[in-house]
C-alpha cells in the first residue's frame, strides 16, 4: 500500500524538524537542524542564515555540506507539497532526500575527525529511511515476472 500525498508531505515536514546531527562536545549537546544550530550550554540558536552569512568565515568543507543537504531538502519539500497542490514527481523527491541524507554524512565524519567531538547522523538514517519507506515503492522498477508455462 501506498501513502498518500499529504501524508508523504508531513513526514517530509517531520524530517526537516529533527535534529540532522547530534553533536556531543566535551559533554556539551549541541544539534544541527535544516533551520539552524542548538547549543545546549547556555541555550541559544543560531539561524542557518546567520550561521553562512554573518558569523562565519571560511567555513570548512564538511560544514559546508549542511547548506547543501538543507538545499536539497528544501527541494523534496516542494516536490512534495506540489503532490498535494498538483503533481509530484517522486524520483526527484526521492533523489532529493537520499541527496540531503548524504550530505549529512560528510557533516558528521567531518567533526567525528575532531578529537573529543562525536557526532551522531541522526537525519541520514532518517531520511534515507524516509526515502525507502515512501517513495520507493514509487519509483522502483516494476517487477517482471516470468510467464506462465
Not at 59 to 66: A, G, K, M, T, V
Not at 123 to 146: C, F, I, Q
Amino acid at each position: 500500500m501506498v501513502a498518500g500525498p499529504r501524508r508523504r508531505l508531513v513526514a517530509v515536514v517531520v524530517a526537516g524538524l529533527v535534529p540532522w546531527t547530534v553533536l556531543v562536545i566535551g559533554g556539551e549537546l549541541t544539534m544541527v537542524f535544516t533551520f539552524g544550530l542548538f547549543n545546549a550550554n547556555p541555550p541559544q540558536m543560531v539561524s542557518i542564515y546567520d550561521f553562512f552569512f554573518r558569523f562565519t568565515d571560511g567555513l570548512p568543507q564538511f560544514i559546508e555540506s549542511w547548506g547543501t543537504g538543507v538545499l536539497l531538502y528544501l527541494l523534496a519539500l516542494g516536490s512534495a507539497l506540489s503532490g498535494v497542490v498538483w503533481r509530484e514527481d517522486h524520483r526527484i523527491t526521492a533523489l532529493a532526500l537520499v541527496g540531503a541524507g548524504l550530505s549529512q554524512i560528510g557533516v558528521a565524519m567531518g567533526f567525528n575527525r575532531r578529537i573529543g567531538y562525536v557526532a551522531l547522523p541522526v537525519g541520514t538514517v532518517v531520511l534515507l529511511g524516509l526515502a525507502w519507506w515512501y517513495y520507493w515503492p514509487l519509483v522502483r522498477p516494476p517487477s517482471v515476472s516470468s510467464p506462465a508455462e
